[in-house]
């Protein structure tokens, strides 16, 4: 990751905060997935997370993107926008 330290990223992604989906992706060694910061599943323990700069990195270390937050799709609100 180079915009964002760990500790910032993990209290957003505690938050949900929505202005950080394009910043970074939080993978979980548990269920194999990763997801925006905002996304709305549960929030697992800290020891099985790990960060990475994007999808494609997630991806690369074995990761599958999440069913419900979709990480590498465009949101819906930004679509509405352009």
């Known amino acids: 990751m180079t915009m964002i330290d760990q500790e910032q990223a993990l209290a957003a992604f505690d938050r949900r905060d929505r202005r950080f989906d394009d910043r970074f992706v939080v993978a979980v060694e548990t269920t194999g997935i990763y997801c925006k910061p905002s996304c709305p599943a549960r929030r697992p323990k800290r020891e099985h997370v790990h ?4 999808g494609a990195a997630a991806r690369a270390a074995g990761y599958r993107p999440c069913l419900r937050c979709r990480p590498d ?3 819906r609100d930004r679509n509405a926008i352009e």
């Open 51 to 54: 960060l990475f700069a994007d």
């Open 73 to 75: 799709d465009v949101a």
